[in-house]
Structures are given as C-alpha cells and as structure tokens.
C-alpha cells in the first residue's frame, strides 16, 4: 500500500477482514424491526399495546398483507427523519457553538409569541419620509384617515436582551472567511434536510396503492396510536423552531411534573381536549426523553434571528460587510412600502377605495406591514435580500426558507393523503383532519405554522434596484 493509500484507508489491518455490507449499513437490524411473522396462530395479540422493539410478528396466515405495506411506509418515513434530525442538528449545534466561543454566553432562545409590549409606534422618532407618505394618503383620502391611525415604528422589536453579545458576535465574524465557509456548509446541510423530506412525499403514493376498505381491516390495531405520536416528526418541528406550536403538547394546563425535564403530564385538572394531544400520553418513554431534550434545546429558529439581529446592529452603524441599514435607509424603504400598499390599494378598488367604507381594507394591509417591520429580523431579511455583498446570508436564509416549505408541503400531502384515506372520521389518535389542518391554518399567528415567518415576511418588502 503506498503512502496515499494508506492515508485514504482508516480502517485498522484486522477490519479489513471483518467488516461486511451488513455489519456497516446494519440491515439486518433493520429487516428484523420489520418483525417478520414467526409466532403461532395463538400468540397472534388482539392489540399490539403491549409489543416492544423486537417482538415477533403474528403468523402469515394471520398477517394482513397490507400491514406490512403500512408499517413499511412508517418505517421508511422514520429513516428519513433520522436523516433530518441529523442535519438539522448539526447546524443548530455548530452554530451554537461558534457562538459560545465568539460571545461566552448561551445562543438567545428566540420567543415570537411573547413579542410586543414595549412597542412604539412611527410617529415616536424620525421616519421623516414615511411620516411624509402618511401625511400626503391622509390629505389626499381624508375618509380614510383612520386607516393611518396606531402604525408601529419599523424594527422597535428584536432579541434586545442579548444585544451586546449580538453586536460582539458580528464584531468577531464579521469579516470572516472562515464563518463565511460554515455558512456554505450548513446551506448545503439545510437544503439537503429539505430534499430529504420532499422525497418522502412519494412515500405517500405507494401507501395509496392501500383502499380505504384494506386500511380498515387493521386499522383498530393501531388504536388510539398514530403518526402524532411519531418522536421524530416532533423533534423536526422543534429543531425548525415550531416551539409555541409544540408547547401546548408538551406542557399542557395545569399539568404536573413529571419524570422528564421540562415536560408536563395532564392532570384530571387538565382540559379534556388536551389529554388527547398530550405528548405524554403519546410518546414512549424514549419519545418523551428526546422530545422533552430538544425542547430545552436551540433550534434553527434561533440560529436565523440571531443572525438577522446581528446583520442588523451592523447594518444601523453602517458597518462594511452588512447591508446599509441605517436609519435614512430604513426611512425610504419603509415610505416606499408604504407607497406601494397605498397604489395597490387604489389599483385594484378604484374609486371605490376612497370611500370610508374602504378604510378597514386599507388599515388592515397597512397595519400587517407596520407589524411586519416593526421586526427588526424582517427588515433585516428584506435589506439582505436586495444587497449583493451579502450573497451566502441570502443563500443560507433562502434553504432556511425552503425547509419551512418544505414542512408545510410535507403537511399538505399528508392531509390530503388522509382525507382520501379515511375522509372526516376521527383519527385513530382522536384528532383526525380537523387537526391537522389547524397545523397549517392561515389564521394562526405564524410563530404556530411557520418556523422563519420573518423569512416569508420579508419577501413582501423587497424592492427592486435598490443596492443591485
Ligand atoms: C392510512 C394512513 C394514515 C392515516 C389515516 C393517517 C391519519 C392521521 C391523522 C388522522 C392524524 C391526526 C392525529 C390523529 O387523529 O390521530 C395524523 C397525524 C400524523 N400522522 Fe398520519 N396518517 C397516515 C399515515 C401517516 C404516515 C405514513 C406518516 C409518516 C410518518 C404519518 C405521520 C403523521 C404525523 C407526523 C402526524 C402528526 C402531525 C401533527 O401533529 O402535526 N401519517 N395522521
């Protein structure tokens, strides 16, 4: 062996004897989990409540053929997720840590739906120009002025708390190659997660080969299991950052401690309704253990916002390397949005619009966007967007941007998959179709159905030519 061979060789002289397909790839652990049909006709068990890994399978002649379809599919979906959990957390950890090493403190842990409070509103300071173009519409449409009425002002909240670190943290990498190479990594490593998890949409059409009348010959077996107790589904959601959307399952009203950290059981005082989407209840002690880890843990949520208020803290000083967002800047975007909502606005409706009655329609646009960029973290994804130098930003926040995607088509497949399956019934975990589509429902704050809605939000504010 020459020397360039031994350096690509790793493995110790005896292993090269030993180590076969199997013992690496590990597929005979992995067809056995399948739990091929051994057992007699008479240990074949009325209800799999009582199986644990490894057990037998019932006999062939008592198998439902189309189970084996069924748990199959489950499996496939399972080693896939493994696949994204492992991406995911790589990111989220190596970022954290950069972070630890840069700032001697925690990555902030990002809470969207306790944002507000303290919010100011435009007219507080500054924003001459938008001030302007609400001064001009007023004029102009004096029936609509209440429309113009509570406009919050442009980036009053961001991770305030942390904000000496966030500004040491872009101080320190700011011209970094080297973070500069971690970013090309993790967009690869996010964009990789996002493909994984679109491919398993295909997993859906072999299922549906399965008629309504096959899934229901087993379909009592499963009862009241289901795919809502699957702990993997669980920790994707929460490395995304879907915390407020899983806090609810996992620490329930007026639920007790209990043997895991964090997590909260139901308790007779408990809602009724929440009994049924306890995770407690759904998951294996396993499932609670890493469910209940990872709720404690950072998430890719965090990770994007950390960075957005970072890129902005720059961006405010007018620091090289972060896009011009100093206060001028900030102003002739903001007035230009509001521009655009008002031309809009009058576009569509014509004369109509001037009417008083159209002030609701034209407040509610108004306020969405005030809302939106009362964000620190949008306006900064938006500013990121249209400036060139900050091209492998762009690209890591648009494979964050695909992966939330990704998810939410993930949920409309299976939606869809499971109305054709079993229409309205009730699911087998009791929550059926109702449920799920509140998981994607758009009148839910987006923090609930959207891991980056500063990401989607931006998206709506670019405007062209301003840097490029
Ligand atoms: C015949 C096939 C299927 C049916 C009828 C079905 C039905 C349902 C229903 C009704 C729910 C809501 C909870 C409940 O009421 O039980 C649910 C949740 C869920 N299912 Fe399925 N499902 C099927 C296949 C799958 C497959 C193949 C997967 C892949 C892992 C899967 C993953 C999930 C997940 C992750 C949830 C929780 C979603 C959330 O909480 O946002 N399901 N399923």
């Given at each position: 062996m020459d020397k360039a061979e031994q350096m690509t060789d790793k493995r110790p002289d005896h292993a090269i004897d030993i180590v076969k397909y199997s013992s690496y790839i590990n597929d005979e652990a992995i067809v056995k989990s399948l739990r091929l049909p051994r057992v007699t006709r008479e240990d074949w068990p009325t209800t799999p409540a009582g199986w644990s890994p490894g057990d037998e399978w019932p006999t062939l002649d008592d198998w439902d053929h189309n189970e084996v379809l069924f748990i199959r599919t489950h499996q496939a979906f399972e080693v896939w997720f493994a696949q994204i959990t492992h991406e995911l957390a790589s990111v989220v950890s190596d970022f954290s840590q950069t972070w630890l090493n840069n700032t001697a403190s925690e990555l902030p842990r990002v809470d969207?739906?306790?944002?507000?409070?303290?919010e100011q509103l435009l007219d507080s300071e500054g924003f001459e120009l938008s001030k302007r173009a609400v001064a001009e519409a007023k004029e102009n449409y004096p029936g609509l002025t209440s429309a113009f009425d509570g406009l919050l002002r442009p980036g009053?909240?961001?991770?305030?708390?942390d904000l000496d670190q966030i500004v040491g943290f872009r101080g320190s990498y700011g011209e970094s190659d080297e973070f500069d190479y971690k970013l090309v990594g993790y967009t690869r490593r996010i964009q990789r997660a996002s493909k994984a998890l679109l491919c398993t949409l295909e997993f859906f059409e072999v299922l549906a080969t399965m008629t309504t009348e096959e899934f229901l010959?087993?379909?009592?077996?499963l009862q009241p299991s289901?795919?809502?107790?699957s702990t993997q589904f669980r920790e994707i959601e929460l490395l995304a950052g879907l915390r407020e959307l899983t806090e609810p399952k996992l620490r329930p009203v007026n639920g007790a401690e209990c043997e895991y950290d964090g997590m909260l059981k139901p308790t007779p005082?408990?809602?009724?309704?929440q009994h049924g989407t306890s995770l407690y209840n759904a998951l294996t002690p396993w499932g609670c253990e890493r469910v209940a880890k990872r709720f404690g843990q950072n998430s890719l949520r965090d990770v994007v916002y950390t960075l957005l208020n970072a890129l902005y803290k720059a961006g405010a000083a007018g620091e090289k390397g972060a896009p011009d967002m100093r206060h001028a800047a900030v102003d002739q975007f903001v007035a230009m949005n509001i521009g655009e909502v008002l031309k809009e606005h009058f576009r569509f409706?014509?004369?109509?619009?001037?009417?008083?009655?159209?002030a609701g329609n034209l407040s509610g646009r108004l306020h969405q966007l005030a809302a939106s960029l009362a964000n620190i973290e949008t306006l900064s994804a938006a500013f990121t967007e249209m400036m060139k130098d900050t091209e492998r930003i762009s690209q890591f926040l648009a494979a964050c941007l695909e992966f939330d995607s990704a998810l939410l088509q993930w949920r409309d497949r299976h939606i869809r998959f499971v109305e054709s399956m079993i229409g309205t019934r009730r699911g087998t975990g009791g929550g059926g179709i109702a449920y799920l589509k509140q998981t994607v429902a758009a009148e839910k704050a987006m923090c609930f159905t959207h891991a980056f809605p500063c990401l989607w939000e931006a998206r709506t504010f670019v405007q062209k030519g301003i840097y490029r």
């Amino acid at each position: 062996m020459d020397k360039a061979e031994q350096m690509t060789d790793k493995r110790p002289d005896h292993a090269i004897d030993i180590v076969k397909y199997s013992s690496y790839i590990n597929d005979e652990a992995i067809v056995k989990s399948l739990r091929l049909p051994r057992v007699t006709r008479e240990d074949w068990p009325t209800t799999p409540a009582g199986w644990s890994p490894g057990d037998e399978w019932p006999t062939l002649d008592d198998w439902d053929h189309n189970e084996v379809l069924f748990i199959r599919t489950h499996q496939a979906f399972e080693v896939w997720f493994a696949q994204i959990t492992h991406e995911l957390a790589s990111v989220v950890s190596d970022f954290s840590q950069t972070w630890l090493n840069n700032t001697a403190s925690e990555l902030p842990r990002v809470d969207l739906a306790d944002r507000g409070g303290s919010e100011q509103l435009l007219d507080s300071e500054g924003f001459e120009l938008s001030k302007r173009a609400v001064a001009e519409a007023k004029e102009n449409y004096p029936g609509l002025t209440s429309a113009f009425d509570g406009l919050l002002r442009p980036g009053c909240r961001g991770i305030s708390r942390d904000l000496d670190q966030i500004v040491g943290f872009r101080g320190s990498y700011g011209e970094s190659d080297e973070f500069d190479y971690k970013l090309v990594g993790y967009t690869r490593r996010i964009q990789r997660a996002s493909k994984a998890l679109l491919c398993t949409l295909e997993f859906f059409e072999v299922l549906a080969t399965m008629t309504t009348e096959e899934f229901l010959r087993f379909r009592g077996r499963l009862q009241p299991s289901s795919g809502f107790g699957s702990t993997q589904f669980r920790e994707i959601e929460l490395l995304a950052g879907l915390r407020e959307l899983t806090e609810p399952k996992l620490r329930p009203v007026n639920g007790a401690e209990c043997e895991y950290d964090g997590m909260l059981k139901p308790t007779p005082e408990t809602p009724f309704h929440q009994h049924g989407t306890s995770l407690y209840n759904a998951l294996t002690p396993w499932g609670c253990e890493r469910v209940a880890k990872r709720f404690g843990q950072n998430s890719l949520r965090d990770v994007v916002y950390t960075l957005l208020n970072a890129l902005y803290k720059a961006g405010a000083a007018g620091e090289k390397g972060a896009p011009d967002m100093r206060h001028a800047a900030v102003d002739q975007f903001v007035a230009m949005n509001i521009g655009e909502v008002l031309k809009e606005h009058f576009r569509f409706a014509g004369e109509a619009a001037k009417e008083p009655t159209a002030a609701g329609n034209l407040s509610g646009r108004l306020h969405q966007l005030a809302a939106s960029l009362a964000n620190i973290e949008t306006l900064s994804a938006a500013f990121t967007e249209m400036m060139k130098d900050t091209e492998r930003i762009s690209q890591f926040l648009a494979a964050c941007l695909e992966f939330d995607s990704a998810l939410l088509q993930w949920r409309d497949r299976h939606i869809r998959f499971v109305e054709s399956m079993i229409g309205t019934r009730r699911g087998t975990g009791g929550g059926g179709i109702a449920y799920l589509k509140q998981t994607v429902a758009a009148e839910k704050a987006m923090c609930f159905t959207h891991a980056f809605p500063c990401l989607w939000e931006a998206r709506t504010f670019v405007q062209k030519g301003i840097y490029r």
